[in-house]
């Protein structure tokens, strides 16, 4: 604190004049904040419109035996009139799926959900709570914000480069990436700049949570979500490099013939494949997935920390087992290195590998049960209001729940080795992200909405946003789990070309129908978000009577946050403690 | 094919030696995992209507059971290492890292490409021809050595693999440009084919008929298309067709096979 006041000349409460400075290459944490929370939504709303492309796709994913082409519908003519060679009559090309599927995947996973999760929400809240006047490093924090938004920049270009999109998956798999047209090239160059954009931001954040915490907020006082954005950051730290140091070989294989993973003797277009060989196609995969098992993490503990912070608040009593939740938080961020290669049971590596990777990921579900258990037993004996967080963060509950115990029978090699490269996967990973995830950093925007702009959304239209989200949730995403049982594969751009995945095809209709009514759905969010920019209900400092510090601050809290220097007397929780005046005593209220 | 499409739930046929201990494990991971889900959801509901808010009411401070909420974490625990000890190791060792005795199976050699699966049968002496990829062309899509003796008798199909029902087959696969992956559900198996590396997959078949085989790994534009047939025939069956099989290369000139399927090749990649 001293420190920071120490340096305050330089950006601790001189407000910025001019537009530029104070909305666009700011330093300040919330704005830079509110930047990635923006962007994110987009890249959110890009992804999410890929999808239902392939949705419609999968619905029907070939013409009918009586298909006219004089006689298209409203939707069939569209298509054709948008993309009129990669949707013909609106069915897709398989490059163009293929595309999409991989841009789907990247979009959502680096440029979607982390950004939002850990740079919004960690960057607009994390030096609230913890009494801080901004981030350690504001110019390193703005610095990320841009890298990051070019580095999307580059991966969304990747549509107009030669050959079109990344089409090897999300996952890259060489050697087809490293053959893969230029495209590819776009998506490493992108991901080696978002990658060093998020190493920026864990620095920081890290810098941050050690070093800039209020006078009285020792590290057993700070609340659960700064301590999920503390190990995330260290995720991030760690887990990285290694993807980027990977997606560098990878690019230097395309760019430069070397063979870090072109094995020997490689046929490709009919004739031997040019180059030296010697390289692992595998390696790649240990590299990605030692980055992407941390990541899957990354996307899954900033919202462990609101859905806690949500359910405190509105339980109006301390989180069931502090101590157990954090030291979970903790458990799960050092295992998470450790089971990278169940995603690759059955890619050639040497078998008994897979008994190690059993036994480590099955470890990994203990501290998770653990965090459940902790956050359920928190209802017990509360008095629950049920405001629209509250139903984003007590959705997220059971969501996470088929989530991760969907991971079960995937985690455990027998019953992988059916269900492997399935829509099952799909179904699974999608429960934890979207349905799990993205609710919990939903409800996270409800919550803080108030703290960001001054007012709050309206409730209304948030209950109908919710149940407009979750109910096509589920028939979005259970369906999946049934087709990956029946053993359809993913990433079939017309999976009726095989047989024996006829007799759950039906399933993609729903699906299809499902997807475009949750499309709906968030008409009423973003109406909300911008209606209640001006016409929501007045938010004072501290619009929920909760304790932690972001709401001992004006809202929205100006530059430099704090009118006066917080000092914090207690523990983040102090809920309906007996005998205070009021279900709340604030952290930093001198008892 | 539109009257085929519906809305099946479960799991397909079980066509192979092991393909029943998978299941019997699939339905027992999922009850498992019913039951959690439902037990956990009763209580979770009982806590939103018994401790929504209300009127006088305070929610309560001090909070016991701390240890005994270690309990759930405990029995899962305790379910894990059971499953892993009592099936996960012995199982996947069975299937995976343990192959039959090669004199009680057969083995076949399987070099995949986009987008085709190619299959070589050692023949009647029982050794396979070598491969050379300089000798790769469309007509010897695996690079079969004309002058190696052991390649006389060798039987190359595509994307078409016959195996007698009740005898292990064994593959040894390999690919020749990127990674595929081969799956048969009703074999309740698949494993990567991965260029470079040479891969083990060991199914005994136990219900005759055909099943497809699908590519469970991105490998392309033809990734789709690139199906194929097992054929699960009785011995009688199955040897028939290897003589019909030999005759037909012997009686021809080259080692172009007459019955074999055009790849479904997609020349941008």
Redesign the interface.
């Known amino acids: 604190m001293k420190d920071a006041h120490g340096h305050a000349g330089a950006h601790g409460h001189v407000e910025p004049q001019s537009f530029i400075w104070k909305y666009v290459f700011s330093v300040d944490h919330k704005v830079i904040g509110i930047q990635y929370l923006v962007t994110s939504f987009l890249f959110l709303l890009v992804g999410f419109s890929m999808m239902l492309l392939m949705r419609w796709q999968l619905a029907i994913p070939t013409p009918a035996d009586d298909f006219d082409p004089e006689k298209l519908g409203m939707i069939r003519s569209l298509l054709n009139w948008m993309w009129p060679e990669k949707m013909p009559y609106g069915f897709m090309d398989p490059e163009f799926y293929n595309q999409l599927g991989a841009m789907h995947g990247t979009i959502m996973i680096f440029l979607g959900v982390v950004p939002l999760g850990v740079a919004a929400f960690g960057n607009y809240v994390l030096p609230l709570q913890i009494g801080a006047p901004d981030m350690a490093f504001p110019r390193l924090n703005m610095m990320s914000y841009w890298t990051y938004f070019v580095g999307g920049i580059v991966l969304m270009a990747s549509f107009w480069a030669p050959g079109g999109a990344p089409q090897s998956g999300w996952t890259s798999y060489a050697p087809l990436s490293v053959v893969a047209p230029a495209g590819q090239t776009y998506w490493l160059i992108g991901m080696v700049i978002i990658i060093t954009s998020s190493l920026f931001g864990a620095i920081n954040f890290i810098v941050t949570t050690l070093n800039m915490r209020a006078k009285g907020m020792t590290l057993g006082r700070m609340p659960v979500f700064c301590w999920a954005q503390l190990v995330t950051a260290v995720l991030l730290l760690l887990a990285f490099p290694v993807l980027e140091a990977g997606a560098l070989l990878q690019l230097l294989d395309r760019v430069a013939h070397t063979s870090f993973y072109i094995p020997k003797d490689m046929i490709y277009g009919a004739t031997v494949f040019p180059r030296a060989g010697g390289g692992s196609p595998i390696l790649w995969q240990h590299l990605f997935w030692f980055l992407a098992h941390p990541e899957v993490y990354v996307l899954l503990l900033p919202a462990f920390g609101i859905v806690a912070e949500i359910i405190a608040t509105n339980t109006r009593k301390p989180l069931f087992g502090y101590k157990e939740l954090v030291g979970s938080l903790i458990v799960i961020g050092i295992l998470s290195f450790v089971v990278w290669a169940h995603h690759m049971f059955l890619s050639g590596m040497r078998t008994s590998l897979a008994n190690l990777f059993v036994t480590t990921t099955m470890t990994i579900s203990i501290p998770s049960v653990a965090v459940l258990t902790c956050l359920l037993l928190s209802l017990r004996g509360g008095s629950i209001r049920f405001n629209t967080p509250m139903l984003f963060a007590l959705a997220f509950l059971p969501m996470f729940g088929i989530g991760g115990l969907t991971g079960l029978p995937l985690g455990f090699a027998p019953t992988d080795m059916h269900l492997h490269d399935t829509y099952y996967v799909i179904g699974h990973f999608h429960y934890v992200v979207a349905p799990g995830s993205l609710v919990a950093l939903m409800g996270g925007l409800y919550y803080w909405y108030p703290k960001m702009f001054g007012r709050k959304m309206n409730e209304t239209l948030g209950k109908v946003h919710f149940w407009l989200t979750i109910i096509p949730m589920n028939f979005v995403f259970f369906p999946l789990l049934i087709q990956g049982m029946w053993g359809m594969q993913r990433r079939l751009a017309v999976p009726t070309d095989q047989w024996h995945n006829l007799p759950v095809q039906g399933w993609s209709m729903m699906i299809g129908i499902a997807a475009a009514v949750l499309f709906v759905g968030q008409i009423p969010f973003v109406f909300n978000f911008f209606w209640s920019l001006r016409n929501g209900e007045k938010a004072a400092e501290n619009p929920w009577n909760s304790t932690t510090l972001e709401w001992a601050c004006p809202s929205p809290p100006p530059h430099g946050n704090f009118t006066r220097e917080p000092e914090v007397f207690r523990g983040p929780y102090e809920y309906s403690v007996p005998g205070h005046k009021s279900d709340y005593w604030p952290q930093d209220e001198a008892a | 094919?539109?009257q085929?499409?519906?809305?099946?739930?479960?799991?397909?046929t079980a066509a192979s030696s092991y393909a029943s201990?998978?299941d019997w494990?699939?339905w027992l991971?999922?009850a498992?995992?019913i039951f959690?889900?439902v037990a956990?959801?009763i209580?979770?509901v009982y806590?939103?209507f018994r401790?929504?808010?209300?009127d006088g009411?305070?929610?309560?401070?001090?909070?016991a059971?701390?240890s005994a909420?270690?309990i759930?974490?405990g029995l899962?625990?305790a379910f894990?290492?059971w499953?892993?000890l009592a099936?996960?190791?012995p199982?996947?060792a069975a299937?995976?890292?343990e192959t039959p005795p090669p004199d009680e199976s057969m083995t076949v050699n399987l070099v995949a490409?986009q987008f085709a699966w190619n299959f070589q049968y050692p023949g009647p002496d029982g050794k396979f021809g070598r491969r050379n990829?300089?000798l790769?062309?469309?007509e010897n899509p695996i690079g079969l050595d004309p002058d190696d003796p052991a390649s006389k008798d060798d039987v190359v199909t595509i994307n078409n693999l016959n195996v007698p029902n009740g005898k292990p087959t064994i593959l040894r696969m390999t690919s020749?440009?990127?990674?595929h992956?081969f799956?048969v559900?009703?074999f309740?198996?698949?494993?990567?084919v991965?260029?470079?590396?040479e891969?083990m997959l060991w199914f005994e078949p136990t219900v005759a008929g055909k099943?497809?085989i699908?590519?469970?790994?991105?490998?392309?534009?033809?990734?789709?298309?690139m199906?194929g047939n097992v054929f699960v025939q009785s011995q009688d069956e199955f040897d028939g067709w290897q003589k019909e099989q030999l005759a037909e290369k012997l009686g021809t000139t080259g080692t172009a096979d007459a019955r074999t399927v055009t790849p479904a090749a997609d020349s941008?990649?």
């Open positions: 094919m539109s085929d499409w519906g809305y099946q739930w479960g799991l397909p201990d998978i494990l699939m991971l999922h498992v995992m959690i889900f956990w959801g209580f979770f806590c939103l401790y929504r808010a209300r009411e305070r929610a309560v401070y001090h909070q059971g701390e909420s270690f759930p974490d899962v625990l894990e290492i499953l892993i099936f996960g190791i199982l996947w299937i995976k890292q490409q990829v300089a790769v062309t469309a020749k440009d990127v990674i992956s799956q559900t009703e309740r198996n698949k494993q990567d991965v260029p470079g590396l891969t099943y497809e699908g590519c469970a790994q991105l490998c392309g534009l033809g990734h789709t298309k199906v941008r990649s």
